[in-house]
């Protein structure tokens, strides 16, 4: 949610350009909702389509980005990482 001085809003941006510049910044990445996943769990879930040795991999990667994501919230929770800049 976004704080103004007069109000707490979510929609619409004071700053048309704000929410112009959102959407700009959203096509850096894809959103879970433009993308169904139901194929790769069904594939997950099936026995045979990925090997046990592809499914470790999987999780080490997965687990290495939640890591390192909780590192960071660490470091900047106790001092050690200044918030990003805003200009």
Not at 52 to 68: P, R, T, V, W
Request: hydrophobic share 35%; proline share 6%; glycine share 2%.
């Amino acid at each position: 949610m976004l704080l103004n001085a007069t109000q707490t809003q979510l929609m619409p941006f004071e700053y048309p350009w704000a929410w112009d510049e959102f959407k700009n910044l959203c096509k850096n990445h894809w959103l879970p909702q433009e993308i169904s996943m139901a194929s790769d769990i069904q594939q997950w879930k099936s026995n045979g389509v990925l090997s046990a040795d592809e499914k470790h991999l999987i999780k080490k990667i997965l687990s290495f980005f939640c890591e390192h994501r909780c590192s960071r919230w660490r470091q900047h929770r106790d001092g050690h990482l200044s918030p990003p800049h805003q200009s």
